[in-house]
């Protein structure tokens, strides 16, 4: 029986950006692409949250080996409290 995250004879790895699933189109992929992918705006940092370890910061320009089930989250880049 072939995986679900097949296609074309390549696996594609399932990821979750702001608890939305995506399948990755390729491995690596930059912070940017990761954005792109799923729809953060330009003026939000995307995390990568990895269990047990402090979340860290993707930079756009920055390449990351993705894992299936892997978790990123937007965050606005500059907090403002008190701007509401």
Do not use: C
Request: proline share 8%; hydrophobic share 25%; aromatic share 8%.
């Amino acid at each position: 029986m072939e995986s679900k995250n097949r296609d074309d004879g390549k696996e594609k790895i399932v990821i979750h950006i702001d608890k939305k699933e995506f399948r990755a189109p390729k491995n690596p992929m930059t912070g940017q692409e990761l954005k792109t992918l799923g729809q953060v705006p330009a003026n939000y940092d995307l995390w990568h949250k990895i269990p047990g370890k402090d979340d860290q910061r993707v930079p756009d320009d920055e390449s990351v080996q993705l894992k299936n089930g892997d978790h990123f989250y937007s965050a606005p880049s500059t907090l403002n409290p008190g701007a509401y």
